[in-house]
């Protein structure tokens, strides 16, 4: 008599699977598998003593359509005689995680930096994280592997909350920071810089061109146009939009 | 004199907008720059090469048979090459190779021909002639023709240039030219049957020659494909040109070379974690490597590490080899944020190889890059590093159907265009494609002679070298050093180290070969410490101290036997020695003079080998050039 379907795409984030799902081992090496236990409710199983030591633990329907899996256990070798919690995500990624796995600890001292058309935030490590999940405004936004990030979509005039988690190797997620607040505020909007540069750099003779140069950079990283004129003689644009020849005739 | 003052403004997404001026003065009319080029100038400079029908003229062919009369008696006959022009410039001479025993009254002729491939039915129109003088039995040579008159040329138009041999004796070889048109830009011989060789003899020779009408084709003994007949043009280019010093770089705000750098030495695409150990050993910028992708962080943290002192030349372009080119902006207010990266990121790595990748990134498409990166950031210049074959004048890889060598030089010369300092990945000691063997030091003086042409000398160009062996056993140290010094006298103005060693085309298989190699690591690290102590003079315009050469190994001569050997030199000031660099630029050796009027009666202090050699009373300076490639440094006291 078949097991019922999992429903998986049901399955809320970090939810544990608990049923009559087949659990196997497989090894790597031969695809051979190898049915270890049979779950019943907690979600848990022990990985036997025999099993080998670069096998990866998969999760099997128990159905009429035997080899149709749910998906592969990522993460670490399995070592033998741990027991492990088996969490199948909304993406319908699963995972064994040690039962004896912690959380990280939270991020701390989440700072923001506005600009004009970005926000950076930056925090210190928590204990055992590996990667950190960014929120704004309690929605998810990207996930990182280093302390900062900066948002580069963010309309001048506008408020966004930020809040960051940390993830842990097993994918276990510690507390969120405090939400900090970003007001982008128009009035921030830094003026370009310029400075024109002729070279040669001090004469050149009327059957020469002199090449003028604009040296423009806006600290905002906002595309800049640039215009140039001259009181005597002729500017000839060139494919460059920052360089122009100048013919002095 | 007239003062003009330039007006500028820039404007953010924003609105916020900041304006500067800045001011030059014309004054009374001088001439423009003049750029001069000829079809043969890479090869009789740098040395020609083995293969022929790709890298240069052999000599390997000419026996004596090419200087014995054509027949009993003697008939004259006119020989000449055909060749066209790409754009707008000035004929001025020639040069030509005196056979040895060529002798009698020698004038040169320039047509115009009534079609554009000349033949039997072809007619030409006389644009031009000039006398050679008198020619004698003597060691023959290249002697230079330099009409009273130049003559315009326009593109469209097929011209002839050649001289009537009263003797009938010339020289000539089967090879030379290619299949294909060759192209020099503005220059390009057209290939008709394998070669550009067009004579005429008989009765019908006139006193000056006759148009010479037939075509030759190869093989024909006598009459060949190529009379060493080397087509020389002026054109005015008003733009400035580049010939040494940092003032260059004062057109960026962000750059201050003469400081920073002394010569510039970089490491292409090293590894974060290997950066520390570069710098260590005299290396300061890092070229390559892109703070946005892959490991981006990994080389921001590096440079942060090192107290950012070594210098950065970012690669933007993510690889993809799109046009969703962006990254400017994050990079932008990363040093916005950090004011040592800020200092640190010097330029812009633009793109690697473009003509080496199929298919290959349009100047169109190189020209949208520049585009994004200058309207986010135009305080730093842009460097571009070119593919192999354009340092050999070749390949067609990647690039459209019906390319051909006009097709390409065209293209090599707009992507020069797209970057303010150029280079090319040209790994001469070791190169898979050349069944013949490798080529050689000669080719890295080549690399800088055509990135100085394809840029008609208007920028810096960097010479890159491999400081890996990249098959085993060559190159060693010795030949980097040597391969070095050619780019650095051939006119070098930065120097890139390529550190990967590789497998095959396709993987690499060590990222720091030279940091692993005592030897390459300790020649390299001399060599840098070397280098920069000439730096101001290796920087510094060429100062044409030397005035004529003679190398005894003229095994080839340049024409019969092998190769001989030519010397390159540059001659530079640092402000306080005067420096003539030399080099024997083909294998072998070789006993050479130079001719240094100014330093006539001098004794000059021969660096780095613990002597010194008198130069004579008429201004000749006589060495050994022992070895392969020897280089020496003089240095006047």
């Not at chain 2, 210049?381 to 006009?406: D, E, K, W």
């Not at chain 2, 730096?535 to 190994?553: I, K, P, Q």
């Not at chain 2, 095994?555 to 092998?562: E, L, M, V």
């Not at chain 2, 130069?615 to 050039?625: A, E, H, I, K, Y």
């Amino acid at each position: 008599m078949p097991a019922p379907r999992i429903p998986i795409v049901d399955l809320p984030e970090q939810t544990s699977i608990v049923g009559t799902d087949l659990l196997v081992v497989q090894n790597g090496a031969t695809t051979k598998k190898m049915l270890m236990s049979v779950l019943t409710g907690t979600g848990e199983v022990s990985v036997g003593p025999d099993a080998p030591t670069d096998a990866s633990i998969e999760l099997w329907y128990d159905t009429d359509e035997p080899s149709s899996a749910l998906g592969s256990i990522s993460g670490p070798t399995v070592d033998t005689g741990e027991s492990y919690r088996l969490i199948m995500f909304s993406d319908g990624t699963c995972r064994a995680i040690p039962v004896s796995a912690e959380p990280p600890g939270a991020p701390t001292s989440l700072t923001l930096t506005i600009r004009v058309n970005s926000v950076k935030l930056s925090w210190t490590a928590g204990s055992g994280a590996t990667s950190y999940r960014v929120y704004r405004d309690g929605v998810f936004l990207t996930s990182v592997t280093t302390t900062k990030f900066r948002d580069a979509n963010v309309t001048a005039g506008q408020t966004y909350t930020y809040s960051v988690q940390a993830v842990s190797f097993y994918g276990l997620r510690s507390a969120s920071t405090a939400d900090q607040t970003a007001f982008v505020d128009p009035a921030l909007n830094v003026t370009p810089y310029i400075d024109i540069r002729v070279w040669p750099p001090t004469s050149i003779a009327l059957g020469n061109r002199a090449i003028v140069r604009v040296n423009a950079i806006d600290v905002d990283g906002q595309q800049l146009a640039i215009a140039l004129g001259t009181d005597v003689g002729s500017l000839i644009a060139t494919a460059d939009p920052t360089v122009w020849y100048l013919d002095p005739a | 004199m007239t003062t003009h003052t330039f007006t500028g403004s820039a404007t953010d997404t924003m609105g916020a907008s900041a304006s500067d001026t800045a001011t030059i003065n014309s004054t009374a009319s001088a001439p423009p720059r003049k750029v001069h080029r000829s079809l043969m100038q890479n090869r009789l400079q740098w040395g020609s090469a083995v293969d022929t029908s790709l890298r240069g003229p052999t000599f390997s062919d000419a026996a004596a048979e090419p200087f014995l009369p054509r027949s009993s008696p003697p008939d004259a006959i006119t020989l000449s090459m055909i060749f066209q022009v790409r754009a707008p410039c000035r004929f001025t001479g020639c040069r030509v190779y005196k056979a040895p025993n060529a002798t009698g009254a020698i004038s040169f002729t320039l047509w115009q021909s009534s079609t554009l491939v000349t033949g039997p039915t072809s007619t030409g129109t006389v644009l031009g002639t000039q006398s050679a003088g008198t020619w004698a039995v003597d060691g023959g040579g290249w002697r230079q023709v330099t009409f009273a008159s130049p003559v315009n040329l326009v593109p469209g138009v097929s011209y002839v240039i050649g001289f009537r041999s009263i003797d009938g004796i010339f020289a000539y070889t089967q090879w030379v030219w290619n299949a294909q048109d060759t192209v020099v830009w503005p220059l390009e011989n057209k290939a008709l049957f394998e070669g550009s060789g067009v004579r005429s003899d008989g009765s019908a020779n006139s006193a000056t020659g006759t148009y010479p009408e037939t075509v030759i084709t190869f093989p024909q003994n006598h009459n060949a494909t190529n009379y060493y007949i080397d087509p020389q043009v002026e054109w005015d280019e008003p733009l400035p040109g580049y010939t040494g010093t940092n003032t260059y770089f004062d057109q960026w705000a962000n750059l201050s070379l003469p400081t920073r750098y002394g010569f510039p030495v970089a490491v292409f695409l090293a590894d974060p974690p290997y950066l520390p150990a570069y710098v260590a050993m005299g290396v300061q910028m890092l070229m390559g490597g892109s703070p946005h992708t892959g490991n981006g962080q990994e080389y921001l943290d590096a440079m942060a590490a090192m107290g950012y002192s070594m210098d950065w030349w970012p690669y933007l372009d993510a690889g993809s080899g799109t046009s969703t080119f962006n990254p400017t902006s994050e990079l932008v207010q990363l040093m916005a944020d950090e004011p040592g990266l800020a200092a640190a990121v010097r330029g812009y790595l633009l793109d690697d190889e473009p003509d080496l990748v199929a298919p290959y990134r349009s100047p169109d498409l190189l020209r949208a890059w520049v585009n994004a990166i200058r309207q986010k950031d135009s305080l730093r210049p842009i460097y571009l590093g070119f593919g192999r074959f354009m340092t050999r004048n070749q390949g067609f890889f990647g690039m459209p159907v019906g390319a051909s060598m006009q097709t390409v030089n065209d293209l090599w010369r707009q992507w020069a265009g797209c970057a303010d300092v150029i280079g090319c990945d040209d790994y001469s000691w070791y190169d898979d494609n050349n069944s013949s063997g490798n080529f050689g030091v000669w080719a890295y003086a080549a690399q800088i002679g055509r990135l100085r042409e394809i840029s008609d000398d208007s920028k810096p160009v960097w010479g890159i070298v491999e400081t890996c062996a990249r098959v085993a056993g060559a190159p060693v140290p010795e030949d980097i050093r040597k391969a070095v010094w050619a780019m650095l006298i051939a006119g070098a103005r930065g120097l890139i180290l390529f550190d990967h060693r590789f497998g095959n085309d396709f993987v690499t298989t060590d990222f720091a070969a030279m940091l692993n190699d005592p030897p390459m690591k300790a020649m390299m690290t001399t060599l840098i410490t070397r280098i920069q102590s000439l730096a101001t003079a290796l920087y510094a315009a060429d100062l044409g101290l030397v005035t004529a050469y003679t190398s005894s190994n003229t095994t080839a001569g340049p024409i019969g036997g092998t190769f001989g050997v030519p010397i390159h030199y540059a001659s530079r000031s640092d402000g306080t020695h005067e420096y003539v660099f030399a080099q024997g630029i083909r294998p072998g050796a070789t006993t050479a003079t130079l001719t240094i009027p100014s330093w006539a009666g001098l004794t000059v202090d021969v660096l780095d080998e613990s002597r010194t050699v008198t130069v004579s009373g008429g201004g000749v300076l006589t060495d050994t050039f022992a070895a392969d490639y020897t280089t020496h440094l003089y240095r006047r006291p």
